[in-house]
């Protein structure tokens, strides 16, 4: 009778594989992606590299259980702290174009004064056809709107600023 093995859960119906997730990182570096987002019937694995100061952190892995998948975006940012400990900067996540608005006739997402929540869209960055919707991350009130509707933007440009001590 054949042995499993035990050095790999070689199951290819568990996105939780200690091989699928080394093969995402290494597939991250290779391509200097900052983010995978892994989804298979009810099982998610998302894998994101933050980048501050051109000093690259550790992935982090994280399991998100099936009922928040169907709420939670297919996109992130990363947040930078700047000299205000409480004032967070959302970056873009990727290059794209940023949107303020989910069509040329809706309100802003969010406008200066605004309070949000961690999985409060604040905008949707469209990067080779992919409408990405980016979420806050964090709870606090909107100070400042940094980028315009339509704009241009890179990976890790600094997009709105929020105060987290409200």
Do not use: W
Request: aromatic residues 4%.
């Amino acid at each position: 009778m054949p042995m499993a093995d035990t050095d790999t859960d070689a199951n290819p119906d568990n996105v939780f594989d200690l091989e699928r997730l080394r093969s995402l990182i290494e597939l991250m570096r290779e391509y200097e992606l900052s983010e995978v987002d892994l989804r298979q019937a009810d099982q998610r694995v998302r894998v994101r590299r933050h980048d501050e100061q051109g000093v690259d952190l550790a992935p982090r892995v994280m399991a998100v259980p099936p009922q928040a998948m169907a709420t939670s975006g297919p996109a992130t940012s990363s947040a930078a702290a700047p000299a205000n400990e409480n004032i967070i900067t959302i970056n873009s996540p990727m290059v794209g174009t940023f949107y303020s608005k989910p069509n040329p006739d809706s309100e802003s997402f969010v406008k200066v004064g605004d309070t949000v929540g961690t999985e409060t869209v604040v905008c949707i960055i469209e990067a080779m056809k992919v409408f990405n919707e980016i979420q806050a991350e964090v709870s606090g009130r909107i100070v400042a709107v940094l980028v315009d509707n339509e704009e241009a933007v890179d990976h890790g440009k600094p997009l709105f600023k929020i105060d987290t001590s409200r």
